[in-house]
Nanobody, 125 residues
Framework: QVPLVESGGGSVQAGDSLRLSCAAS????????MGWFRQAPGKEREFVAA????????YYADSVKGRFTISGDNAKNTVYLQMNSLKPEDTAVYYC??????????????????WGQGTQVTVSS
């Protein structure tokens, strides 16, 4: 288990931007895949984006491709999710997660062993 702490959520209007941050203590990014997931009321948790430093890869759900960008700062042990052109359907609790690197990239939430407490994002029309 790796301690993960999200921040940056809030209430915005459709079309606005937000940047979420995930601080990861004692974690070497090259040994992990870091991901963002979200869960809306009454829905299952879904994959949003992931970054795997071992293969220099970033991955996105189709619903956010072109609008969201995942990045990381190794010096600060922090992963970011820049969210632009937000839509009401982006409203959810957003979770940061970490997956120990095992040579492949998977986007299944079951493969991520460490999770943050979540941060609420609300987008109104």
């Amino acid at each position: 288990q790796v301690p993960l702490v999200e921040s940056g959520g809030g209430s915005v209007q459709a079309g606005d931007s937000l940047r979420l941050s995930c601080a990861a203590s004692g974690l070497t990014f090259s040994s992990y895949t870091m991901g963002w997931f979200r869960q809306a009321p009454g829905k299952e948790r879904e994959f949003v984006a992931a970054i795997a430093w071992a293969v220099f890869g970033t991955y996105y759900a189709d619903s956010v491709k072109g609008r969201f960008t995942i990045s990381g700062d190794n010096a600060k042990n922090t992963v970011y999710l820049q969210m632009n052109s937000l839509k009401p359907e982006d409203t959810a609790v957003y979770y940061c997660a970490a997956q120990k690197w095992r040579g492949v990239v998977t986007m299944s939430s079951h493969e991520f062993g460490s999770w943050g407490q979540g941060t609420q994002v609300t987008v109104s029309s």
